[in-house]
């Protein structure tokens, strides 16, 4: 099952879930505020995406980080800092089952069949 990871007030997502939709694509949704991020499923995420990717430095959380722990982020403290902040994460993430893709822009689901 594909599986779209995101949250409910992300534009981006909202249109990644609505592309996926209109191809008819079988999915499930995980909101990482609601349903939250376990250390399992990131070691998941992180097995194919590497790590400072998936960090989301453009997020209004990392906006209000301390500048000190912005400054010394590196792979170990970015897994902590998006343990305890799941919004940290960029999204939408797509789970295909046989790859996880980062963002989503119109298009990108294309060669998605339903």
């Not at 970015?78 to 893709?101: Q, V």
């Amino acid at each position: 099952m594909i599986t779209l990871y995101g949250i409910k007030a992300c534009d981006t997502c909202r249109r990644a879930r609505k592309a996926l939709e209109a191809r008819g694509v079988p999915f499930q949704v995980h909101d990482l505020r609601e349903d939250g991020l376990s250390a399992a499923l990131l070691e998941h995420l992180l097995e194919q995406v590497p790590v400072m990717t998936l960090l989301n430095k453009r997020s209004t959380t990392w906006r209000q980080l301390d500048e000190t722990v912005k400054a010394e982020v590196d792979a170990n403290s970015a897994r902590a800092l998006m343990l305890e902040h799941p919004t940290l994460i960029k999204r939408p993430l797509l789970d295909t089952g046989e790859g996880i893709r980062v963002g989503y822009r119109d298009g990108d689901y294309d060669d998605l069949a339903g």
